[in-house]
Nanobody, 124 residues
Framework: QVQLVESGGGLVQGGGSLRLSCTAS????????MGWYRQAPGKQRELVAT???????NYADSVKGRFTISRDNAKNTAYLQMSSLKFEDTAVYSC??????????????????WGQGTQVTVSS
């Protein structure tokens, strides 16, 4: 099993900054991709940013230039630095981690885990 713990959400004024963290724990062999997704009320969940094991990043157009995703492989942790926040960034942000863990009989098993979500609210 792989567990994800997120932190860093909260209330911030427009133009402000927040940093989200997501730490994975468990019988992890390798983490391939770590990412952040968000879901605003009444809307579908959307990709915010991802980062792979080589450090290659991918961003939604709406956050390019304002958000930065990074990871600390030694800590199995991903970060999302959010700057110049806008009202429309208000959403529940969830972490997603994809990789390999040890499963039954210590055999390598793929996993795709989600965090519980953290609320980010930007006041206008």
């Amino acid at each position: 099993q792989v567990q994800l713990v997120e932190s860093g959400g909260g209330l911030v004024q427009g133009g402000g900054s927040l940093r989200l963290s997501c730490t994975a724990s468990g019988t992890i062999v390798r983490i391939n991709v770590m990412g952040w997704y968000r879901q605003a009320p009444g809307k579908q969940r959307e990709l915010v940013a991802t980062i792979d094991s080589a450090g290659t990043t991918n961003y939604a157009d709406s956050v390019k230039g304002r958000f930065t995703i990074s990871r600390d492989n030694a800590k199995n942790t991903a970060y999302l630095q959010m700057s110049s926040l806008k009202f429309e960034d208000t959403a529940v942000y969830s972490c997603n981690v994809v990789g390999i863990r040890t499963g039954w009989g210590s055999l390598p098993t793929a996993f795709d885990s989600w965090g519980q979500g953290t609320q980010v609210t930007v006041s206008s």
